[in-house]
């Protein structure tokens, strides 16, 4: 459907390097990024707003980074929205119907399905000026859709809706898939990334550093920068050694971690959940290979407990109830024994 | 009572005679003639046809220029070229230049020996001493105003509207025409009625290029210069009243649609 090859694309200040990806037909892609990853930029790039200058982009079958803007059939929702101010919704819909002589009854039966799927019909004759933000991106993506583009371009929708309107906006967004349009969205939100798309393309820096289902993804990170988005925090480049049936790995060369896999390669990453480490006072016998001595770096409240930093050469993240905190009287600088199955530890290769 | 500091009563001062001055010499002439003379005046066919002239030609010498200007201010309110600044510099000469030297240079331009003089002789066109000579004049010194003001109001339409459009299949003349311009409309006007404004009150480059056929400025000069002070006042009363006149007009008129959307809120 839309294939991007190798693309390239530098600005004063920013480059996007060598971005490859393909976008199957009624496929729900999503790039997720930091801020000032370069995703808006690559958006504006498929949709012509910005020239490249290596490689291509073709859409069934055709390249199209030559075309005018004009003639992509690719429609395009701002983050802002842009709708424009001097009209009325209903102006703003029928916009892009303008100019394709179309009857007054042909452009009608383009509008009438759509703004009864967005729940606009009573925004009609109303000005921008006195809509929400959630009304302003409903008709933003209306506009949009009317054009019937061969693909939709969402850059960061649901960023300035407030949280209560996100999750009728994502179901909406889920029913326009549904319905067959193709979409690639930009967001930096995990969740937002999780709950909507069928393939996630990881762009940092401008650059695609991975691409799969989001469980592909978000199971085998392949950066840290992934794992972060994820919300992994011990995740370490490491080296390994083999030694009989034993594989061990060494984030640090005085951390070996026992693991329970078999591997041909010599470098990979090493991710262990935090809800997979135990804390104890002392060292005790267990099933658990993997035991260490390390002080307290940091404790802070989050959701469900405290989050404590042992430093065992490395920073481990692990997760305690508040309970089991003052029991063992965690504070900075105690000293404790952190305990996890070599199983927990998973080595992911690339 | 509220108190003022001194620094607040300098300010106040300052500003009341700053008002003063402007007012003072106008309001005089206006106690100083009669409404006597100021009807026998409007009587006056010389006085009725420059007026007349006055209005007609700054009204055509900004909607022909604006035809351009208006495209020229969008090229230069969303590129970036090579020298911008310099042809930037160039817009603002007509203001910062004598008005009667800009008319010498005008005269040249236009006179019969001239290549625009000869095109005009072709089709039987003489710009000096017709209204379209004057035209060319009054639109040199006023074409700044316009250009700045609608250059500013295009700077000021978000381009990202634009984008929008363009990807919403719209050509980039369709573009300009649907969003830019309405977006951009109110600095336009206001420049616009500028442009009108200031071409109306030409005088020095004007005189150069046509003594006759004769516009208020000049014709106020020459009374003075051939019966004094108590002849010029009133065609100055008269001419300053309907230009009030045509601008308390105009503005209402922006006003107005500037309020439209406040409406449909």
């Known amino acids: ?350 | 009572m509220k108190s003022f500091t001194p620094f607040q009563l300098i300010v106040v001062l300052a500003s009341a005679l700053i008002l003063l001055f402007i007012i003072a010499p106008l309001a005089g002439m206006f106690v100083a003639t009669s409404p006597a003379d100021l009807f026998e005046t409007a009587k006056d066919i010389e006085v009725q046809q420059s007026i007349k002239l006055t209005l007609w030609v700054s009204l055509a010498a900004t909607v022909v220029f604006s035809v351009a200007a208006i495209p020229f201010s969008y090229l230069l309110a969303r590129k970036s070229f090579p020298l911008k600044s310099i042809v930037t510099g160039i817009i603002d000469l007509p203001i910062v230049i004598p008005h009667s030297a800009a008319g010498i240079a005008i005269l040249g331009f236009v006179s019969r020996n001239s290549l625009l003089g000869k095109a005009g002789s072709a089709i039987g066109l003489d710009f000096v001493g017709h209204p379209a000579g004057i035209a060319v004049a009054m639109a040199f010194v006023s074409l700044p105003f316009l250009i700045n003001a609608a250059r500013d109001g295009f700077s000021a339409v978000p381009e990202r509207l634009e984008k929008a459009a363009l990807t919403l299949g719209a050509s980039p003349s369709r573009v300009f025409f649907t969003i830019a311009l309405p977006l951009a409309w109110r600095n336009i006007l206001s420049g616009l009625i500028l442009m009108f404004a200031r071409g109306m009150s030409e005088f020095g480059a004007v005189i150069m290029v046509a003594y006759h056929p004769m516009i208020s400025p000049i014709l106020i000069y020459e009374r003075f210069g051939a019966f004094g002070l108590k002849y010029a006042r009133p065609v100055s009363v008269l001419f300053i009243l309907i230009s009030l006149a045509v601008f308390i007009l105009l503005r209402m008129l922006a006003r107005n649609k500037e309020q439209k959307p406040v409406h449909h809120a």
């Open chain 1, 1 to 350: 459907m839309l294939k991007i090859d190798n693309l390239s694309l530098s600005l004063p200040g920013f480059h996007l390097k060598n971005i490859s990806f393909e976008v199957a037909d009624g496929e729900y892609f999503i790039l997720l990024g930091e801020s000032g990853a370069g995703k808006s930029l690559l958006l504006e790039a498929i949709a012509g707003l910005n020239k490249i200058h290596e490689g291509s982009i073709k859409l069934k079958g055709k390249e199209i980074s030559n075309e005018k803007i004009q003639q992509r059939e690719i429609g395009l929702v701002f983050q802002d929205h842009a709708v424009f101010p001097h009209l009325t919704v209903n102006e703003n819909i029928s916009y892009p119907l303008k100019h394709r002589h179309l009857t007054a009854e042909e452009r009608s039966k383009r509008i009438k399905p759509i703004i009864s799927t967005l729940q606009i019909s009573h925004l009609l004759n109303r000005r921008p000026a006195t809509l929400s933000g959630g009304e302003l991106q409903r008709v933003a993506l209306a506009r949009a859709l009317v054009q019937k583009p061969k693909v939709l371009l969402l850059d960061e929708p649901l960023a300035s809706i407030d949280s209560m309107l996100k999750s009728d906006l994502r179901a909406l967004l889920r029913q326009i898939n549904r319905d067959g349009q193709t979409i690639i969205h930009v967001t930096h939100d995990f969740d937002e990334a999780v709950s909507l798309a069928d393939r996630i393309a990881i762009i940092d820096n401008g650059k695609i550093v991975q691409t799969g289902t989001p469980h592909e993804v978000f199971s085998n990170p392949v950066s840290g920068f992934v794992a972060h988005f994820a919300g992994i925090r011990n995740f370490f480049r490491v080296r390994i050694e083999r030694k009989h049936d034993l594989v061990t790995a060494y984030p640090h060369e005085n951390v070996p971690i026992t693991l329970n896999c078999v591997t041909n390669s010599d470098t990979g990453y090493l991710l262990i959940r935090n809800e997979d480490i135990l804390l104890s006072a002392e060292n005790f016998e267990s099933s658990a290979l993997n035991n260490f001595e390390g002080i307290v770096e940091d404790i802070y409240p989050v959701r469900n407990g405290e989050e404590v930093v042992v430093n065992i050469g490395i920073p481990l993240h692990a997760q305690v109830s508040r309970e089991s905190a003052e029991k063992l009287g965690l504070q900075r600088g105690k000293t404790i024994w952190v305990h996890f199955k070599a199983s927990a530890a998973k080595l992911i290769t690339v």
